[in-house]
T-cell receptor
Framework: KQEVTQIPAALSVPEGENLVLNCSFT??????LQWFRQDPGKGLTSLLL?????REQTSGRLNASLDKSSGRSTLYIAASQPGDSATYLC??????????FGQGTELSVKP | DVKVTQSSRYLVKRTGEKVFLECVQD?????MFWYRQDPGLGLRLIYF???????EKGDIPEGYSVSREKKERFSLILESASTNQTSMYLC??????????????FGAGTRLSVL
């Protein structure tokens, strides 16, 4: 059974710092991996999707990498801003279109 | 922009009531999903549908049913609400199964309290 783990559970950094969020999964037979952002009390917003054949995806200050063989993904946020404060979730998609989510990393960026 | 709309942001219901949560998407997506999100347990899939009138059980279907009579609408039904169904409910949609870039788009969520 696929399990997705995110470390750390919470992270607090000063504004301007570069940071890395980690995601690991137990079954490497994935279709893709997605990173989402969730603001308090709100739904999820898709940030990046990495297909299983890809190694990384970039969007603005965000860069996500995927190492399928080792079951790991990282989300790199450059020059963090207070507006980046949110919970970040990773999810893997197996065959059949179902996503399995990690528990999330709660990020706080202090001004 | 894809829009997934959930009919209520907050709901308060009594134990034993029949509860309908509605979700509508405007992008002609094939797939629709219902999740619940609880502290410490993360997001868990309740049911999903990959076509009109089709449904598949997720990881925690007990106590729930769904209806998809039209492609754009996916309803979650709590036949007899119980206090352990107090949660945040999230609806999502995606284009189709087994395509490489299959982003799921989420609604804003419905926070349901069962008293």
């Amino acid at each position: 059974k696929q399990e997705v783990t995110q470390i750390p559970a919470a992270l607090s950094v000063p504004e301007g710092e570069n940071l890395v969020l980690n995601c690991s999964f137990t079954d490497s037979a994935i279709y893709n991996l997605q990173w989402f952002r969730q603001d308090p009390g709100k739904g999820l917003t898709s940030l990046l999707l990495i297909q299983s054949s890809q190694r990384e995806q970039t969007s603005g200050r965000l860069n996500a990498s995927l190492d399928k063989s080792s079951g790991r993904s990282t989300l790199y946020i450059a020059a963090s801003q207070p507006g980046d404060s949110a919970t970040y979730l990773c999810a893997v998609e197996n065959q059949g279109g179902k996503l399995i989510f990690g528990q999330g990393t709660e990020l706080s960026v202090k001004p | 922009d894809v829009k997934v709309t959930q009919s209520s942001r907050y709901l308060v219901k009594r134990t034993g009531e029949k509860v309908f949560l509605e979700c509508v998407q405007d992008m002609d997506h094939e797939n629709m999903f219902w999740y619940r999100q609880d502290p410490g347990l993360g997001l868990r899939l309740i049911y999903f549908s990959y076509d009109v009138k089709m449904k598949e059980k997720g990881d925690i279907p007990e106590g729930y049913s769904v209806s998809r009579e039209k492609k754009e609408r996916f309803s979650l039904i709590l036949e007899s609400a119980s206090t352990n169904q107090t949660s945040m409910y999230l609806c999502a949609s995606s284009f189709a199964l087994n395509i490489a870039k299959n982003i799921q788009y989420f609604g804003a969520g419905t926070r349901l309290s069962v008293l």
